[in-house]
């Protein structure tokens, strides 16, 4: 089974930048479909960008759309979450997952093998 281990939050003020990246474990990362997810205080897990294995497709969802990028390096084993002009709306603990059922990339119960976790906190 894959593990994930994510990296790259921190303290951020609004309109700052920050890397997330997700290393996972295996010699199959390069046929899984992954995507990033974020908590925030008191709210339910939401989705935040997906790549499918190629990395050809990705999809965001409208509120970070533009301002956030999702790329992988099969290689390296790692996915990233590049995120630009941060909010305080941003602040959440961010969780890379895996792909394990068909449908929709946006659907959390679609993903599995979920990460620790890494805080982001943007200040206004």
């Known amino acids: 089974q894959v593990q994930l281990v994510e990296s790259g939050g921190g303290l951020v003020q609004a309109g700052g930048s920050l890397r997330l990246s997700c290393a996972a474990s295996g010699r199959t990362f390069s046929s899984y479909n992954m995507g990033w997810f974020r908590q925030g205080p008191g709210k339910d897990r939401e989705f935040v960008a997906a790549i499918d294995w190629s990395g050809t497709n990705t999809y965001y969802a409208g509120s970070v759309k533009d301002r956030f990028t999702i790329s992988r390096d099969n290689i390296k084993n790692t996915v990233y979450l590049q995120m630009n002009s941060l909010k305080p709306e941003d602040t959440a603990v961010y969780y890379c997952?895996?792909?394990?059922?068909?449908?929709?990339?946006?659907?959390?119960?679609?993903?599995?093998?979920w990460g620790q976790g890494t805080q982001v906190t943007v200040s206004s």
């Open positions: 997952a895996v792909k394990i059922l068909g449908g929709s990339y946006r659907a959390v119960p679609n993903f599995g093998s």
